[in-house]
């Protein structure tokens, strides 16, 4: 049974908007001994992307079309996708307690992975492209539910 939003964050999910971005994303992670590489080949990515500096990797969240063409520059690497992203479009305070982990459980509840990532204003899932529509079917819902409220 998934966790349920407490009555404090029913109107957060009531308010929010499930975006899916058209694109398909992979998640990459190349090896920390090519840093200065992916700082260089990755300047220019354009939204929606994400670039964290690991001590022992770097990883990379970026359209598959884009590690397509970026993609051979690299020695030591792997890939997993495709992705679909998915954007809580709402801004989220920082002190909000258990956005995501409602979300995550709802989406285990369907039997859908996900693979969390945060900004300063919103939460971003990652889901196997393959669950994407489960997983929005089941985001849906919990939506509908905190409106009825």
């Given at each position: ?49 994400s670039v964290t500096y690991d001590h022992e990797e ?58 969390a990532l945060s900004t300063y204003l919103r939460d971003h899932i990652l ?23």
């Open positions: 049974m998934p966790v349920e939003p407490s009555p404090e964050m029913r109107p957060v999910f009531a308010s929010t908007v499930v975006k899916t971005h058209p694109d398909d994303y992979v998640v990459v992670s190349i090896d920390r001994a090519e840093e200065e590489s992916a700082r260089e080949a990755f300047m220019g990515l354009q939204p929606w992307s770097v990883s990379v969240v970026l359209r598959e079309s884009e590690w397509e063409r970026l993609g051979d520059g690299f020695r030591s690497h792997r890939v997993e996708g495709p992705y679909t992203l998915i954007t809580f479009d709402i801004v989220l305070d920082l002190s909000l307690v258990g956005f995501l982990s409602v979300v995550s459980s709802v989406l285990a509840d369907e039997g859908v992975s996900i693979y889901v196997k492209k393959v669950d994407a529509g489960r997983a929005v079917a089941a985001l849906d819902r919990l939506i509908e539910r905190c409106r009825l409220y």
